[in-house]
């Protein structure tokens, strides 16, 4: 049982836009930053959003990711094929003095 | 900055794990060095972190058996995991990033290496 809870899979279709939540407690999103790490499969993961709603460098605005609270999201717009993978959320724990994982939401592009 | 992991793919129950990894295409001097493990079909879990000055912080669940070190002449980081069950079986990554960073905060793991199945077994 992951400490951050996320949905075990969501669908779309192509061109479709589709969000997944990650919810946790006030030791971990609640007073901590999320990030978000897409994982395709047979490959290592890969930053996708940092602090709650950055973008790193090379990742399309289709991405998005926010914070309220106890929970996070990551919204995909402008579905692609190549967006079918695994996606992790993370956030340190204050509680657990670590970080913890989502327990990963897979993405199936219809 | 590209990071590489390494070491045995076999270990048998009860012996240690050790793995380590290399930095190239730039310094680790300022920065956190983190382990990431992947059991097979499962989610990820953070095994700890080194600053480079060699500070550490360890998962709880597996602090007792951790124990993690640096070397930046080498640009290398390590993981010794001792007695190893057949829990341990995973692939293991190393990654830039996990303590914290003032003002920015604790910060995210990227990159990624390409990580390492470790197979426990006899």
């Known amino acids: 049982q992951s400490v951050l809870t996320q949905p075990p899979s969501v669908s779309g279709t192509p061109g479709q836009r589709v969000t997944m939540s990650c919810s946790g407690s006030?030791?971990?999103?609640?007073?901590?930053?999320v990030n978000w790490y897409q994982q395709v499969p047979g490959t290592a993961p890969k930053l996708l959003i940092f602090?709650?709603?950055q973008r790193p460098s090379g990742v399309p605005d289709r991405f998005s990711g926010s914070k309220s609270g106890t929970s996070a999201s990551l919204a995909i717009s402008g579905l692609l094929s190549e967006d079918e993978a695994d996606y992790y959320c993370a956030a340190w724990d204050d509680g657990l003095n670590g970080w913890v994982f989502g327990g990963g939401t897979k993405l199936t592009v219809l | 900055v590209q990071l590489q992991e390494s070491g045995p793919g076999l270990v048998k129950p009860s012996k240690t794990l050790s793995l380590t990894c290399t930095v190239s295409?730039?310094?680790?001097?300022?920065?956190?060095w983190s382990w990431i493990r992947q059991p097979p079909g499962k989610g990820l879990e953070w095994i700890g972190y080194?600053?480079?000055?060699?500070?550490?912080s360890y998962s709880p669940s597996l602090q007792s058996r951790v124990t993690l070190s640096v070397d930046t002449s080498k640009n290398q980081f390590f993981l010794r995991l001792n007695s190893v069950t057949t829990a341990d079986t995973a692939i293991y990554y190393c990654?830039?990033?996990?303590?914290?960073?003032?003002?920015?905060?604790?910060?995210?793991?990227?990159?990624w290496g390409k990580g390492t199945l470790v197979t426990v077994s006899s």
């Open positions: 990654a830039r990033g996990g303590g914290w960073l003032s003002p920015t905060g604790y910060i995210w793991f990227d990159p």
């Open positions: 080194i600053y480079y000055n060699g500070g550490t």
């Open positions: 006030r030791s971990n999103i609640g007073d901590y930053t």
């Open positions: 602090t709650n709603n």
């Open positions: 295409g730039g310094s680790m001097n300022g920065d956190y």
